[in-house]
């Protein structure tokens, strides 16, 4: 119900691919419940992006919509791509352009233990109570690449991101002439400074005087010995009484299964920070569960951590859970903080109390999507 006094907030939402629209539609009636339970009322515009409308009309994103969907007051994904489509067009043409168009550079990524949610690795009676903090923007996610069949590469570089316009000329020649790609990937200091200061504000949101750079600076010195000195810099200037330690990430992988509790906040560059959520998400009992943000100065993106999932597409077995929590980061984002609550407690709520057959397939059980939604909403 609106009224004079309700607060109207607007979200540009692509459901996008697979089970994109499945888990969207739960996410959607949930987030929806609980703000108006609390006075306010969410506006959502629906686009149609992703693999059938690229097909049916060969758009991927029209600057028109860009440009419309900036008037938001955030944006909700649920996941794009698909097996029709060549890798990258969608996620490179939807998803990233996003994240760079509007800036979004931090990638939001907790992971935390669930109320009866089996998980793969023991907790020994511990919680997994982590958060991935992902540069969002930079490495080798630029875009800059190429391959060549010549064995001679000429590539003009030209980009911009939120801090600064990139131009340039890569030339690279191998002899013999051989065929092979090339990626090039950047870390600025712009970059790592603003995501390390965000991965700090977060670690004393909660409670914590630590963070954790993740790196490689033992095999690629330049790229994330360049990251981990820039975030060490940042911590020791601007963030009295905070430490940093730092572990390289193969390392990180195999401490993470065999302790999974043993981390707080995770400072990632981009590529580490996909991986490691991913990882996360198994560790604390599924993909489904994961929920995420891209957060920035401008317009913020929602969306859970998994992807379409084409092998579960249209059987049901898609667990909502994540893109229900992924509205509640959003709610949150937008000031809406006793609706995110809300959110998040219907969910903890139906996980504590539904019978074991009630629980997503993910968990065990043989609850199909909309079921694992009607159960939430209930809770609201
Ligand atoms: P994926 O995350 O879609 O799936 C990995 C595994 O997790 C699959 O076995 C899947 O069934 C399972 N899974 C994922 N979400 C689940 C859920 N909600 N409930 C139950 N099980 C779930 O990763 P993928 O297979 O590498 O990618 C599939 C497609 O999605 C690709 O086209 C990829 O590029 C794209 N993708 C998109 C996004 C995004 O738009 N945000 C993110 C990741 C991958
Ligand atoms: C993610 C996804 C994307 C990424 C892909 C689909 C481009 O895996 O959001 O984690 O690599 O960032
Ligand atoms: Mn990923």
């Known amino acids: ?209 630590h963070i954790t750079i993740v790196s490689k600076s033992n095999a690629v010195p330049a790229l994330y010995g360049y990251f981990e000195d820039a975030a060490k810099a940042t911590v020791a200037e601007e963030f009295p009484g905070m430490e940093c330690s730092v572990v390289n990430v193969d390392a990180l992988c195999y401490h993470l299964v065999r302790k999974p509790s043993a981390y707080g906040v995770l400072l990632c560059p981009n590529l580490f920070g996909d991986i490691v959520s991913d990882l996360q998400a198994g560790l604390a009992g599924g993909m489904g569960a994961a929920a995420g943000g891209n957060i920035g100065d401008g317009l913020s993106m929602f969306e859970p951590v998994h992807g379409s999932a084409p092998d579960i597409a249209g059987t049901g077995r898609a667990n909502p859970i994540a893109a229900i929590l992924s509205c509640a980061l959003l709610l949150r984002h937008i000031g809406l903080d006793k609706s995110a609550g809300r959110v998040e407690g219907a969910v903890n709520t139906y996980l504590k109390s539904a019978p074991a057959a009630k629980m997503p397939f993910e968990f065990g059980g043989e609850a199909t999507c909309p079921e694992v939604g009607a159960a939430v909403i209930k809770n609201i």
């Not at 097909?55 to 600057?63: C, V």
């Not at 969907?69 to 996620?91: F, Q, R, T, W, Y």
Request: charged letters at 25%; glycine letters at 10%.
């Open 1 to 209: 119900m609106s009224g004079p006094d309700t607060k109207k907030f607007t979200i540009a939402t692509i459901p996008g691919d697979g089970i994109g629209p499945e888990v969207i539609s739960e996410a959607r009636r949930i987030a929806e419940a609980a703000a108006s339970r609390d006075g306010a009322h969410l506006d959502w515009t629906i686009y149609p992006f992703g693999a059938s409308h690229y097909l049916s009309k060969g758009e991927i994103l029209p600057d028109s919509a860009l440009e419309e969907i900036k008037g938001h007051s955030a944006m909700l994904l649920g996941a794009v791509g698909d097996p029709s489509v060549k890798p990258g067009i969608l996620e490179r043409g939807l998803l990233l352009a996003f994240r760079f168009a509007f800036d979004q550079y931090v990638n939001l990524r907790p992971a935390m233990s669930l109320p009866n949610v089996p998980t793969p690795v023991p907790l020994n009676g511990e919680k997994l109570d982590s958060v991935v903090i992902r540069e969002n923007t930079e490495d080798l996610y630029m875009g800059l690449g190429e391959t060549t069949e010549s064995g001679s590469l000429s590539m003009d570089l030209e980009l911009s991101r939120g801090g600064y316009d990139l131009r340039g000329r890569l030339n690279v020649e191998l002899s013999p002439g051989m065929p092979f790609a090339a990626q090039l990937a950047l870390n600025t200091r712009h970059g790592v400074r603003r995501i390390t200061r965000y991965a700090c504000r977060t670690a004393q949101k909660r409670g914590e005087r």
